[in-house]
């Protein structure tokens, strides 16, 4: 059961980044600079290789989550929402700041892309202590 709430958890992870960034391209390509075809669509949309990135970064992330709820007792949805949410925001996001600051990026970049990993790894949070 563990392999299949982890897979899940991460998949839900990716899913809602799909959502996200589906909500915020238009932003996200502006701040992200990602070179554009002459649609107005990124580039490289048509290479599985991003796609599959985040699929295995959701599911590895997922799978750290669940080892950390495990040792820590972190078993009702609620504690699971909180943990994710605390992992996203306080761990996540603070490296996500400090390579953008670094490299001159946009603020909205580290707004979106920070925002993804807190939501993504509430989403993660929730769905690990519905198992």
Do not use: Q
Request: net charge neutral.
């Amino acid at each position: 059961m563990e392999f299949v709430s982890v897979a899940v958890a991460g998949v839900a992870g990716f899913m809602f980044g799909a959502v996200w960034y589906t909500l915020l391209a238009d932003r996200w390509m502006a701040a992200s600079g990602v070179p554009l075809d002459e649609n107005g669509v990124p580039a490289n949309r048509s290479d599985p290789i991003p796609y599959i990135t985040s699929l295995l970064g959701a599911i590895l992330v997922a799978g750290m989550m669940r080892h950390i709820f495990v040792l820590s007792g972190i078993d009702t949805v609620g504690k699971g929402l909180l943990s994710g949410l605390g992992i996203g925001l306080f761990l996540v996001s603070p490296w996500i700041a400090t390579f953008y600051s670094f490299g001159a990026r946009p603020r909205s970049l580290i707004l979106i892309d920070g925002g993804y990993a807190t939501f993504g790894c509430t989403v993660i949070g929730i769905v690990l202590t519905l198992f």
